[in-house]
């Protein structure tokens, strides 16, 4: 059994910033790509940030720039610096995990979701 345990989200002012933060446990092998998907109210989830294993990364157009993605493979955990935050960004964020268990079968994992709000 894996898990996806996300943490950070909030109500922020526009220009301002968060951090989420999502920590993977459970019976890992490996964790290849992370990433961050966000689903605003009637439309598609969609693509934030991703992040390989070795550290490639890769930005939905909206947010390059003002985020950033990174990970500590020590602590299992992926991040998703915020900055420079717009109403636009106000969303569920979705942290995403492709992990191979220790019975050596790769799945796809979720988070829970954490809802971003940004408003004045």
């Known amino acids: 059994q894996v898990q996806l345990v996300e943490s950070g989200g909030g109500l922020v002012q526009p220009g301002g910033s968060l951090r989420l933060s999502c920590a993977a446990s459970?019976?890992?092998?490996?964790?290849?790509?992370m990433g961050w998907y966000r689903q605003a109210p009637g439309n598609q989830r969609e693509l934030v940030a991703a992040?390989?294993?070795?550290?490639?990364?890769n930005y939905a157009d909206s947010v390059k720039g003002r985020f950033t993605i990174s990970r500590d493979n020590a602590k299992n955990t992926v991040y998703l610096q915020m900055n420079s935050l717009k109403p636009q960004d106000t969303a569920a964020y979705y942290c995403?995990?492709?992990?191979?268990?220790?019975?050596?079968?790769?799945?796809?994992?979720w988070g829970q979701g954490t809802q971003v709000t940004v408003s004045s």
């Open positions: 459970g019976s890992i092998f490996r964790i290849n790509t």
């Open positions: 995403h995990a492709i992990i191979t268990t220790q019975i050596l079968v790769t799945y796809d994992y």
């Open positions: 992040i390989s294993r070795g550290n490639t990364t």
